[in-house]
Structure formats: C-alpha cells, structure tokens
C-alpha cells in the first residue's frame, strides 16, 4: 500500500489543531466585540472594558472542567480523606492560635464560630496556600463564549471588570480557579460584591491580601446564608436496623423528637436532643455509610458551594478544630482514599520504581494516575488508576 495517503492524513491531522485554535480564537474576538456593550450596560467603562481584555486569549482548557468538579465525581471517601486530613487539622489549629484575636471579633459582630470559619478557609485554599493560578479574566471570558452557562459567566465576567475598575484588587494579582472563584476563601466575583466586607480598615475589600477581610467576609456571607450561632450544623448518627429512610434528604427536616421516636440515636449510642431544630436525615454514600443528621447551619455551608460532599469536608473539619473524633462509621468500600501525606508516599513510591511523574505533592495527575496503572497491572490489581489504600499497600509491599 502506498504511503502518500497516510502521510496526507498525518498532515492534515497536524493543521488540524492550529485551524481549531485560529477559529476558537476568531470566535472569541467576535464574541468580545458582542460583549463590550453588554458590559457597559452593566457599569463597565469601556476603558476598562478595552484594557483588560486587549491581550485576551481563550483557555479552552476551562471547558473542559465545566463537568468534572472533584464534589460531584469523586467517591465521597476520597474526597474527605485529603480535605480532612490529620495535616489539615494540625494547621487549622494553627490558624485558630495566630489568627485568635481577629476570629474572635469576627465571631462577635457576625455569630460566626472561629472553627466554621477557619474550616471554610483550610477546605478553599488550604489556609492560603492554593488560591489556584489561573488568571480569573481569562477563564471568565472563554466560559462567557464557549461551552454551557455562559450567561452565568458573564455576570462573573463583567462583576470582575469592576472589582478592578473600583481598585480593590490589582489585575495581576487576580487568579484563581478554572471558574472565577479566587482569595483565601475562594469568592466567585459576585459574591465579592455583594457580601465582601473592608475588616481590616484600610478602605479595600481585599481577599487576596488581606486574611482578616478574608476570615471576616467568609463569616458574612455565613451570616446572610442563615447561619445560627446558637446551633450546631449536626452530627453523626446511628440508625436502628430496618428504618425505613425513604424520607431521608437534607432538604426533609423532622423534629428531633420524630427523628428520636424512630430509634435514630447518637453515633456513640447516646440519645438525640430531646429538643432540638428540625434536622434532615442525609445518607451521602446510603444506608451502609455514615449517617447524619443536619440543621440549617449545614444548608449554610451548602450554599457556599453546592455540594453535600464539600458541606461535610467543612463541617467535619470544624468539629475536629473543636477536638472531635473521626466519624464513627466507615465508609462503604473495601478500598479507603488516602490522606495528602499518603498521596505523597505512594508518588515518592512510584518515583522509586523508576516513574517520572515530577516532585510527590500530593496531587493526583494524569501522570501519577498513568504511572499507577502501570504498577496496579504489574501487581495483579486493576489497572484503573485510582489512588486508594490497596494501590498504596500494594506499593509499600513491592518495596519491602
């Protein structure tokens, strides 16, 4: 067989790529040209308007994650085993001492308790370390014209025109993540309008460098969500073998006698409240993994990210920052998450046996996941990737 065919369709699989980016980028001037009036409309002067989007390119990567976000996709053991980790807890203890004075009044003036607020804050950024690097002006004008919601992500796009069309941030320090959040406790841009307050006095409502406008702004928006400093957002529960939890949701909340008179009791056996705010049975991984009963200070939580997985990270981390325990009850899956220390031991692991994946920092990438496969088909497991207990034992055994 010839070869000419095959080298026509290397070359033309080649222009393939550049032709797809010329015409994204195309679209994207277009949809650009479209948006300044818009923009105006929404109080965006079109001199800002012109100079923070005249080197504007699309990041077609955001596209991709539009439907991928860890809360919905990953097994809930995996999730909270890296966001609530012993590391997590150590340092948001740490937080609690050296922060205590600004938490303190923070707490006075919005009822919000330092453990919630210093929770939200270690979940978001880990305690300012990860505010994500993605400059937040690219990824809101590709989402503004490209893919799904693009109207919710204009409103993002042209409220961050005025946040630094109003000074309170410089552009070059406005990243974040793939989708506009950014700052110590991770605010979508309108969210900053609204509800983003100047603690610390210096006339800037400054998330980014600014920790007690951050702490201060994150117990707000608590505040206005609903939050009571005279409630708990819940606790672990056990149920009596049979119940029927057909009612069970966040969103169905009973009296805590009702929930007491069907044999529902404490997850160390003792009984409910015998008064209490209505409480929602929520049963994240079913009736075999743990099982919860929560207030509406958890629909609060909720609403700072809608996701009952990312609602448990944040309330259980507070409740260890208080010195709770782990909950009681195990996940259902004989195949446990790892904690970010274990992350990195299986990549330093993988590293050993010969991988290049870069420096062990706990994240799990395309590389590391390849990697894993690789040893998982060597070790006789499935090779699917996935960083759990059993890859990681597998791993330390094949050392020994």
Same mark, same amino acid.
């Given at each position: 067989m010839s070869s000419r065919p095959l080298l026509l369709a290397a070359a033309l699989a080649a222009l393939s790529l550049p032709l797809s980016a010329a015409a994204d980028e195309a679209a994207f001037a277009s949809c650009l040209a479209k948006l300044r009036g818009e923009a105006a409309a929404k109080g965006v002067h079109g001199e800002t308007f012109d100079t923070h989007t005249a080197a504007l390119a699309p990041d077609m990567a955001v596209i991709g994650f539009l439907d991928a976000q860890p809360e919905f996709v990953t097994p809930i053991w995996d999730y909270l085993?890296?966001? !609530?980790? %012993? $590391?997590? !807890?150590? #340092?948001?203890?740490?937080m609690l001492t050296q922060w205590n004075e600004v938490l303190a009044e923070v707490e006075r003036r919005y009822g919000v308790d330092a453990e919630t607020v210093v929770a939200v804050w270690g979940v978001e950024s880990n305690y300012g370390r990860n505010f994500g690097s993605r400059p937040l002006l690219t990824s809101l004008s590709t989402l503004s014209c490209f893919g799904r919601r693009q109207a919710f992500f204009r409103g993002e796009f042209f409220t961050t025109l005025k946040i630094l069309q109003e000074g309170h941030v410089a552009p070059e320090r406005l990243t974040g993540s793939w989708a506009g959040a950014f700052g110590h406790t991770q605010f979508m841009p309108s969210t900053f309008m609204r509800l983003a307050v100047d603690f610390d006095g210096d006339g800037r409502r400054d998330l980014i460098d600014s920790v007690p406008d951050?702490? +201060?702004s994150t117990a707000n928006f608590l505040a206005r969500a609903g939050w009571r400093s005279d409630l708990r957002w819940g606790f672990e529960v056990r149920l009596p073998r049979g119940m029927d939890t057909a009612d069970a949701g966040r969103r169905n909340k009973q009296p805590m006698a009702e929930w007491a008179a069907r044999g529902v009791r404490r997850a160390d056996g003792s009984a409910l409240p015998a008064a209490g705010a209505p409480a929602g049975l929520m049963l994240p991984a079913g009736r075999e993994g743990p099982a919860f009963l929560v207030t509406r200070n958890f629909d609060a939580l909720y609403s700072y990210n809608a996701a009952e997985s990312y609602g448990l990270a944040i309330a259980h981390l507070s409740d260890r920052l208080r010195g709770g325990a782990?909950? @009681?009850t195990a996940w259902p899956t004989d195949d446990p998450g790892l904690s970010r @220390?274990?992350? &990195? %031991? =299986?990549? &330093?692991? =993988? *590293? @050993?046996?010969?991988? #290049? *994946?870069? $420096?062990? #920092?706990?994240? *799990?990438? +395309?590389?590391?996941r $390849?990697?894993?496969q690789r040893e998982q088909a060597a070790l006789g497991l499935p090779a699917d990737g996935r960083a759990g207990q059993r @890859?990681?034992?597998a791993l330390r055994? +094949?050392?020994r």
């Open positions: 085993a890296a966001l !609530v980790d %012993e $590391e997590r !807890v150590a #340092d948001g203890r740490a951050a702490l +201060a782990p909950f @009681a @220390a274990e992350r &990195r %031991e =299986l990549q &330093r692991l =993988l *590293i @050993a046996r010969g991988h #290049d *994946i870069g $420096e062990p #920092d706990g994240m *799990i990438g +395309a590389r590391t $390849e990697a894993l @890859a990681l034992q055994a +094949a050392a």
